[in-house]
């Protein structure tokens, strides 16, 4: 089993108001996740009252979503990853437990501790994890470093061509702009080449 503890970071600084918007932006776009990727989610995908999101999933597709979706959102971001054996109590993510969230969780301790490091993503493999589980966990990893090199608009625009399978003209209609500028801004991306990352690996959980 795999799971992710993202830490929305500095969250605590925002307004009331602002805090009651962003937890309901957090949950509505878990829902979506969840909705969208069922299958890979053996527990619902939850906030916190300590601000981090967690997942509990067997590939890495919701992982990703999730990730890129927050940031597009403009949300800063610390995400650990772990395998392990899980205990399920409940049906949500945040009432479940085992090696799988510890693991998840050090892995989050750890940036902390690394102040000379910027490293916004870690993680920690239990010794029995299956190769499948290690493929997910280094996907995940090298998917979401990717993310975090685009802009907030790149993200956007990554966000509907990936995930919503937009076409160039659908993409400017929806963020109001030419198509010329959208064309523009994927090819300073490696867009195109994650969406063909996605789709094959993807088809290949079939």
Request: charge should be positive; aromatic fraction near 8%; glycine fraction near 4%.
């Amino acid at each position: 089993m795999i799971a992710a503890v993202i830490d929305i970071v500095a969250s605590r600084e925002v307004t009331a108001r602002d805090r009651k918007k962003m937890d309901r932006e957090i949950r509505n776009l878990l829902l979506k996740a969840y909705d969208r990727f069922k299958e890979y989610c053996p527990a619902i995908p939850t906030l916190t009252q300590g601000d981090s999101v967690e997942l509990l999933v067997t590939n890495w597709l919701p992982i990703i979503f999730v990730f890129h979706s927050l940031l597009m959102e403009n949300f800063d971001l610390r995400v650990g990853l772990g395998t392990g054996k899980v205990i399920v109590h409940n049906e949500s993510a945040d009432e479940c437990d085992g090696p799988v969230f510890w693991n998840a969780r050090q892995a989050i301790d750890e940036i902390k501790r690394a102040k000379y490091m910027k490293s916004l993503v870690g993680f920690k493999l239990d010794k029995k994890t299956s190769s499948n589980e290690t493929n997910a966990v280094i996907n995940s990893i090298l998917f979401l470093t990717t993310l975090l090199g685009l802009s907030p608009a790149q993200l956007r625009h990554c966000f509907y061509y990936i995930w919503e399978k937009k076409r160039i003209s659908e993409i400017a209609e929806a963020v109001k702009t030419s198509k010329g500028n959208i064309s523009k801004s994927l090819s300073k991306t490696p867009c195109y080449l994650l969406d063909k990352v996605v789709t094959f690996l993807d088809h290949s959980q079939e």
